[in-house]
């Protein structure tokens, strides 16, 4: 069993900036991608950031919403079985929850399709 832990969440004034870090404990073989979602209040969850074969490609091939193209990092290590999220210039349109979500294979051989609990970010005017 796969399980995400994230941190980093909170709240920021417009303009501001916060990192989001998301650990994963657990069997895991190998990775097929890391990534971050988001869901807004009364939507469906959205894609914000997707590294894909973060172990084949350093940094492997990336995928931001257009939202946040430029103003957020996305970074998966695979090694340290870690991806975190660099958020700039937050709007207030970014305020959400938001998961983190891991896709792979465990040690058993098992397809892993693990998400975090979520974390709250809150951008004020």
């Known amino acids: 069993q796969v399980q995400l832990v994230e941190s980093g969440g909170g709240w920021v004034q417009a303009g501001g900036s916060l990192t989001l870090s998301c650990v994963a404990s657990g069997y895991i073989d190998k990775y097929t991608s890391m990534g971050w979602f988001r869901r807004p209040p009364g939507k469906v969850r959205e894609a914000v950031a997707v590294v894909t074969n973060p172990e084949i490609a350093s940094p492997g091939a990336v995928d931001y919403a257009d939202s946040v193209m430029s103003r957020f990092t996305i970074t998966g290590n695979s090694a340290k079985d870690t991806v975190t999220l660099q958020m700039n210039t937050l709007t207030t349109v970014d305020t959400c929850i938001y998961y983190c979500?891991?896709?792979?294979?465990?040690?058993?051989?098992?397809?892993?399709?693990?998400w975090g609990a979520g974390t709250q970010v809150i951008v004020s005017p």
């Open positions: 979500s891991i896709r792979g294979t465990s040690t058993f051989g098992m397809h892993v399709d693990s």
